[in-house]
């Protein structure tokens, strides 16, 4: 049997390639201006940095411009909301992303939901998830809404297939398993303490790796034909997942790297792009 590769960074370019498009014509009514991201880095941590440039980098791509924020690692929780609001109040502004994590002494929740929802195009305010969760106009959590991307793209079935999201993460695993349950998938949610975990994993269609250990996810534990995806990355271009060891069982699996993460960014300009476009509209 040979596996579907679930290519996000084929699928990715070709995104790109249509959103510069959209842009060209989002320009035209703003009389030359672009769609604009915010980019907030709080702290000096260098895979942070290294996102927020890729994130930049994406924006270009397409043609559109990135206001860079950095803030110094010993930012309040309370200045970092009166930023977040300068932004939420700036028209030119079309989508603000915060960079996670944040150090430790910020509630990074209460500046999550600082952000106004228009502007929410990574998708991790509470009302967005709320939003997404009752399947009302929202933008969602950009890795998981990637991950759905990828698997309507190559034609994955959902319905009525049995799901499985391995992580509880606000900004992954939480809204991965809503958006599965609203494609009609049964979806089970596992972490790193749930007990019998490779027997349910054994029964799944589908599954999704997104806890944050390296290889945390046995290949034996996942049966034959199952659908894989690893929104994990890891030192050594490893995954949440144990690959090598299912790549010649499973239907299809994304691999590590050029699976999800390319998606994460695609989705995240596709985002602001579209918050651009309701704002000329």
Known sequence: ?????????????KMESELSKRVAVIKEKLNGATPILATILVGDDPSSATYVKMKGNACQRVGMESIKVVL???????????????????PLVHGILLQHPVPEQINERDCFDQIALHKDVDGVTSLGFGRMAMQEAAYGSATPQGIMSLLDYY??????KNAVVVGRSAILGKPMAMMLLNANATVTVCHSRTQNLAE??????????????PEFIKGEWIKDDAVVVDAGYHQGGVGDIELSAITERCSAYTPVPGGVGPMTIATLIRQTVESAEKSVA
Do not use: C, F
Not at 6 to 11: H, T
Not at 72 to 90: C, R, V
């Open 1 to 13: 049997m040979t596996a579907i590769i679930l290519d996000g960074k084929a699928l990715s370019l």
């Open 72 to 90: 110094g690692g010993e930012t309040t929780t309370e200045e970092l909301q009166a930023e977040i609001s300068k932004l939420n109040d700036n």
């Open 155 to 160: 034609e994955i079935p959902l319905s009525g």
């Open 200 to 213: 349910i994993i054994g029964r799944a269609d589908i599954v999704v790796g997104a806890l944050g250990h």
